[in-house]
């Protein structure tokens, strides 16, 4: 034993090692001495328990190399989303457009006008830009940004209605993944919840039954990530804002995703609009700006004048303003909404959710015998039709016709499918896919770099 602790390097040695130089220039002497203390303490370990060296003491400097590098990988890495869901929260919703990046990466260059107006070289509002175009777009009087739109209804239901009672139907208590619950929101904007109506059935005289003198709001939530069906009945917005207005009760909506525009103009299924809302009184509407307007993450609150110029006052509104790269991204993101023509095309979100699946069966079609050739050993392929999801909550129940390359493993074993998909996952830039009936699916509806897969899959 004292023989093999005596053939570890001395960490001064290493330092001088010509191979280990380029690493250190680049690196630093103190991140490399750490690495290399790592590895003595390691192998010492290692020698107490099995009696022997470890595998990499061959070649220290190798393994240091190998070490800082995995260290120094990013913990926000690319990767290649195909599981099939195109707004997929884990993996950051949209991906944003050329326009959007080249915004934000100009303002992080320079100092920008963020709260200074250049007309009169007084203090402007920080929300001013983003405000005059999403006023355009819904026909709104003004608008507010904060972080997300979680942030958007905590605002709106704190600085309208706290310690007063907020009126909403049963069948509208919602929970988004991560912790989002109507009720858990009630709470911290301290407001007292009213529940009015059944799970599947609510009408206009549960809302006028529970009106009274601590009555603040009206609340309507999009059921965004789950349908009730069959012997239902919900309340209109434009219903609401008629009771609201008789009682002098603002109505506001969180809508989650909305869209700006019609999407079954593009073959998707129907979304609905804040600037329909807009139209229909609706005092306040709020939604994600990551969702399906394809935008940087935000909560984006459309509506009333008054109501605003309130929710911008709120000392919660300084601890949930979004930042100069958020405002960047979201004007820009908007910008492309002047040109419905082009959208599809200029906004990835929306390019990816109309792709056609014939255009994905083809694009299947050119991957497969690269893939055959590397993977055929131990896996059958084959090209099989599947359903895309839009994800992020969205239109929940509808589906978009794709295609998968998927990966059968000819042992029948579900252990080598596993292992191939921690495999993938372990690459430079991570392949991921879906794991459904002993197959792993690569559903391509997400992929825009076919030459990059290939090379990231067949070395
Ligand atoms: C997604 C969603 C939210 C939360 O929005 P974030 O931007 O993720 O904070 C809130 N309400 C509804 C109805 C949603 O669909």
């Not at 328990?49 to 190399?65: F, K, N, R």
């Not at 405002?327 to 200029?346: C, D, G, I, N, V």
């Amino acid at each position: 034993m004292k023989a093999l602790y005596s053939q570890l390097p001395a960490i001064d040695s290493l330092l001088r090692d010509p191979a280990l130089q380029p690493l250190l220039a680049q690196s630093g002497t103190a991140f490399i001495t750490r690495q290399l203390r790592g590895m003595q303490q390691e192998a010492r370990d290692h020698i107490q328990q099995h009696q022997s060296l470890p595998h990499w003491h061959a070649s220290w400097p190798d393994e240091a190399l190998r070490r800082a590098q995995q260290q120094q990988q990013s913990a926000l890495r690319p990767v290649f989303n195909l599981t099939g869901t195109v707004l997929h929260t884990n993996l950051g919703r949209a991906q944003l457009s050329d326009r959007a990046i080249a915004a934000v990466s100009a303002c992080l260059r320079q100092p920008v006008t963020l709260e200074y107006a250049l007309d009169d070289a007084a203090r402007g509002h920080r929300d001013r830009a983003v405000s005059a175009l999403l006023c355009e777009l819904t026909g709104a009087e003004a608008a507010c940004i904060v972080n997300n739109n979680a942030a958007a209804v905590l605002l709106m239901l704190a600085s309208l209605a706290a310690g007063r009672d907020v009126i909403m139907s049963r069948g509208e208590l919602v929970e988004i993944g991560g912790a989002f619950r109507i009720p858990d929101v009630m709470r911290q904007a301290g407001c007292r919840l009213v529940e009015v109506g059944t799970t599947n059935r609510t009408h206009m005289k549960d809302y006028r039954g529970a009106i009274g003198e601590d009555s603040g709001l009206l609340m309507k939530v999009h059921t965004s990530n789950y349908q009730i069906q069959g012997f239902t009945h919900a309340v209109s917005e434009a219903e609401l804002v008629q009771l609201g207005d008789a009682h002098g009760l603002p109505v506001i909506s969180d809508l989650g995703s909305g869209s700006l525009v019609d999407m079954t103009a593009y073959g998707l299924p129907p979304e609905p609009m804040p600037q329909q809302l807009i139209a229909a009184g609706v005092s306040l509407v709020s939604f994600s700006g990551d969702k399906l307007l394809g935008g940087p993450q935000a909560g984006i609150i459309v509506g009333k004048k008054a109501l605003i110029d309130q929710l911008q006052q709120h000392p919660l509104k300084r601890a949930l303003r979004v930042d100069k790269m958020t405002l960047a991204a979201l004007e820009a993101t908007l910008q492309l909404y002047r040109q419905p023509e082009t959208l599809h095309e200029a906004l990835p979100t929306l390019r990816l959710l109309t792709r056609s699946a014939h255009d994905i069966l083809q694009q299947a079609e050119r991957l497969m015998p690269a893939l055959e050739h590397a993977f055929s050993a131990d896996f059958s392929l084959a090209i099989a039709a599947c359903s895309s999801q839009i994800g992020s909550g969205s239109l929940p129940v509808e589906r978009l016709p794709s295609f998968a390359i998927t990966f059968t493993p000819r042992d029948g074993h579900g252990s080598q499918l596993n292992a191939l998909a921690q495999r993938w996952r372990q690459l430079a830039r991570p392949v991921i896919g879906r794991l459904q009936e002993g197959k792993l699916w690569l559903d391509l509806r997400c992929l825009d770099d076919e030459a990059a897969l290939i090379r990231t899959l067949v070395p």
